[in-house]
């Protein structure tokens, strides 16, 4: 835009270089033309969250510093955006621009411009204007030379602002339901509605002394194992280990701590079993991807379905993921193009017997309703399918979403989360839906006496 056209300053609108801060560490500072009220910062935070929910620029999951008409923020960066600059500015710029309309900016600062050769023409106009304005105490390592304002309040958090980004990503997550259910062609009955408003993903709690008996911590020295899935009642810890021996740790039903060494490719997923027997493991490495059941009475591991190494031209490249369906009578493997469906406890783990196969590109599976639902998501698609009477794979439903995985929760609600850390979203009227698919045989008519 022409120099005359420029709202406010902005230092480093564009810059040729700037520092490392992928992982949310770009930072920003805004200063308006006075303190915004409550009204007008709800209106800021939701302009911000709708600006930065596409595109190259992500927002940061840490609160705005406010101090008086001061604010400080991070952002990140969503894919691969390091050597694109406008792409990654245009989103905060919009931001900004919009932010102006509510309340009058006087100066946007990026803080990681580096090099002395990064001015772009409205960077060059502000510096024309004078230098950055005296800021309050952030806690920043900046480029632009600035005094620091003693006189102004220390920094903290608004939660009235806090809260608006909430509200701002939760109406986002409304509406882009409402499009979704209007440009998607709905399959059956099963249906997506949002999942009660809530942002962040619910967890399991397990008691102080039932965590203490699986004696985590004592099992590595940095104490990095974690929980990472649940038999029936009982949790099963794992200690992870880049391509050498990995360790389950878990409870027997009478309490007891066990453990037992897993084969040394990389983990993906750990699954038990409806009746918390068995646990179903993925796995993937540079010599193919493997399925295997770990016996939790036993302690021992069986491989169940081997693939070939990719590099002899029949394996795939990864194995994402695993299922156990039909109460645990056979199980789903995510491969990289392909979702199949295998009896369980095969003989020969190369040639285990197949029941369906459906060509899909999913990378993470969850099972419900005693494994006679699948959910299947993928960077692209969220599939529900389910198997009939006759074992026939049929899909029931397709959102076009970027899904993060799902779960099925202590009440029944199955869920899963559009995008990393996004709005989560329930899967409505399963049991409708299996009720079509298998409705109940019909009586036969009493014969008639003669």
């Not at 190259?56 to 840490?62: F, G, Q, R, T, Y």
């Not at 990995?246 to 079993?273: H, I, M, N, T």
């Not at 009746?275 to 993937?284: E, F």
């Not at 190494?309 to 795939?316: M, S």
Request: aromatic share 10%; charged share 30%; with cysteine.
């Amino acid at each position: 835009m022409p120099a005359s056209d420029y709202p406010f300053r902005f230092y480093g609108h564009k810059p040729s270089d700037w520092t490392e801060g992928g992982n949310a560490g770009h930072c920003f500072t805004l200063c308006f033309s006075r303190a915004p009220t409550d009204d007008e910062l709800l209106r800021i935070a939701a302009a911000y969250e709708f600006a930065l929910s596409s595109g190259s620029a992500e927002p940061s999951d840490k609160p705005w510093q406010w101090s008086d008409r001061f604010a400080m923020f991070d952002v990140g960066e969503r894919g691969n955006s390091y050597a694109r600059v406008p792409h990654f500015m245009g989103p905060v710029t919009r931001f900004a621009l919009a932010a102006h309309e509510i309340v009058p900016l006087e100066e946007v600062a990026f803080h990681g411009v580096m090099g002395i050769a990064s001015d772009d023409a409205w960077t060059r106009w502000s510096k024309a204007q004078g230098a950055p304005s005296p800021k309050p105490a952030f806690q920043l390592s900046t480029h632009w030379a600035s005094s620091v304002e003693s006189s102004l309040p220390v920094p903290a958090a608004n939660p009235v602002f806090e809260q608006g980004r909430v509200d701002g990503r939760v109406a986002m997550a409304d509406d882009a339901l409402r499009k979704i259910l209007e440009t998607e062609r709905k399959r059956g009955t099963v249906g997506l509605a949002p999942f009660a408003k809530e942002l962040n993903e619910p967890e399991v709690s397990w008691p102080a002394e039932v965590l203490a008996k699986l004696q985590l911590a004592e099992a590595t020295d940095d104490g990095k194992a974690e929980v990472v899935a649940r038999i029936v009642e009982r949790p099963v810890g794992f200690l992870p280990k880049s391509y050498a021996a990995e360790r389950v740790f878990w409870l027997s039903e009478e309490g007891e701590r066990c453990d037992a060494k897993l084969p040394y490719f990389r983990q993906r997923s750990l699954k038990a079993d409806p009746q918390g027997k068995r646990l179903l493991a993925a796995s993937t490495g540079r010599y193919g991807g493997e399925a295997y059941c770990l016996d939790l009475e036993s302690g021992e591991h069986t491989s169940w379905y081997r693939d070939p190494p990719y590099y002899y031209g029949k394996g795939n490249l990864e194995l994402h993921d695993v299922a156990w369906l039909e109460g645990g009578r056979s199980f789903a493997v995510a491969l990289d193009k392909s979702l199949r469906i295998f009896e369980a406890a095969p003989t020969d783990p190369l040639n285990p017997v197949e029941v369906a196969n459906q060509k899909v590109r999913v990378t993470r599976l969850q099972s419900a309703r005693n494994g006679s639902v699948l959910i299947a998501c993928g960077e692209k698609d969220v599939c529900v399918f389910a198997l009939d009477r006759k074992r026939k794979l049929k899909k029931l439903a397709k959102w076009k979403l970027e899904a993060w995985g799902a779960r099925e929760l202590e009440d029944g609600r199955v869920i899963f989360r559009h995008r990393y850390k996004g709005p989560w979203y329930e899967v409505t009227d399963l049991d409708t839906a299996l009720a079509e698919l298998n409705p109940a045989p019909k009586r036969k008519a009493k014969e008639r006496a003669v």
